[in-house]
């Protein structure tokens, strides 16, 4: 049965959607192509765009001509996703706010669902479905990206009443990349007490982009925020993060350590067995990342390369962050 809309919703919009982006116009036109196909009446929601950054004028006039019932804003500077999001929401007319990604596709059904949930509670929070399609052989980066079918809540796919969104003071931008900052605010609603409603039927199709190859080293520098996250919430850091430090990265560069050391101290027979544990354990961390990846000949060599370097690019990040946030993490 349609949802009746009260008078009161008839004079202000239902849903506001929110979307953070910046010089992706060719992505960002198939996620707002979606959501013109949505079924939910199009006078009960808007959706705001907001440009992270000073983008092409050539691709916003492309994109005003395309799909001109949309709230167009640009900030100043490059800030982040956070800082884009919270742009967004905070110009929003609707009593619910809900927030996907330019590289996502919203199912015609989206808003619907999310709405017809709905039962005019003051502060609630709901996350949706997100589906990401694979190939039969993914890559590494691609089933990386799949995790988040799993994800308890993540912004490619949530949506709050604008008094949760209040209550918790949005996302907090320090998040300066797309990393941990749906993380920090399921925390942060968890944290004062927000219900949080799954809806299995809400669903956001999360197409995964091309990436270049070695990409996985650059990903780790996206683990300077874990730290930020540790210190503000370390039990549930814990809990629905990381159970423990990443043991095997410190071993791998104990030993790499190791074999230099004593090869300054003349012990050639501790150095050597150094450089096989080193090169067992790169070995073992390359053979875990193929075992449900493509085999072809320029993967297996990708991941044999990053294996070597992510231990320290992981751990790098990780102490810049802790260093940075001043929070007591490893």
Not at 43 to 55: C, K, M, N, S, T
Not at 146 to 175: H, M, P, Q, W
Not at 186 to 195: A, G, I, P, T, W
Not at 289 to 310: F, G, P, Q
């Amino acid at each position: 049965m349609e949802k009746i809309i009260t008078s009161q919703s008839n004079l202000q919009v239902c849903i506001s959607v929110v979307i953070p982006t910046y010089k992706r116009a060719d992505l960002l036109f198939k996620c707002l192509k979606a959501l013109s196909l949505q079924t939910f009446n199009t006078d009960h929601f808007e959706v705001i765009v907001v440009h992270d950054g000073p983008d092409s004028d050539k691709s916003i006039k492309k994109l005003r001509s395309a799909f001109p019932f949309i709230r167009y804003y640009c900030l100043p500077e490059n800030r982040g996703p956070a800082a884009a999001r919270n742009y967004g929401w905070l110009n929003a007319k609707g009593t619910l706010i809900a927030f996907t990604d330019d590289d996502c596709v919203p199912d015609k059904n989206w808003l619907k669902c999310i709405w017809h949930n709905y039962n005019d509670e003051p502060e609630i929070a709901f996350t949706g479905k997100v589906k990401v399609p694979l190939p039969l052989y993914p890559t590494d980066f691609e089933l990386n990206i799949s995790k988040l079918e799993t994800a308890d809540f993540i912004t490619a796919n949530c949506a709050l009443t604008k008094n949760a969104l209040l209550k918790v003071g949005g996302f907090d931008e320090r998040f300066r990349m797309a990393w941990r900052e749906d993380s920090d605010l399921e925390f942060k609603l968890l944290s004062e007490n927000v219900s949080i409603k799954k809806l299995s039927l809400a669903l956001v199709v999360h197409p995964v982009r091309k990436a270049k190859w070695g990409v996985s080293i650059k990903e780790q520098k996206k683990g300077m925020f874990n730290a930020l996250l540790f210190k503000k919430f370390p039990f549930l850091y814990r809990q629905k993060i990381a159970d423990g430090p990443p043991f095997v990265y410190y071993m791998m560069i104990l030993f790499f350590t190791g074999i230099f050391l004593f090869i300054i101290l003349n012990h050639l027979v501790l150095s050597s067995i150094c450089a096989f544990s080193y090169l067992l354990m790169a070995m073992y961390l390359t053979i875990k990342r193929l075992r449900k990846t493509s085999r072809s000949m320029n993967h297996v060599l990708e991941m044999l390369i990053t294996s070597i370097v992510i231990p320290f690019a992981s751990v790098f990040w990780q102490w810049y962050g802790a260093i940075k946030y001043r929070a007591v993490f490893i």
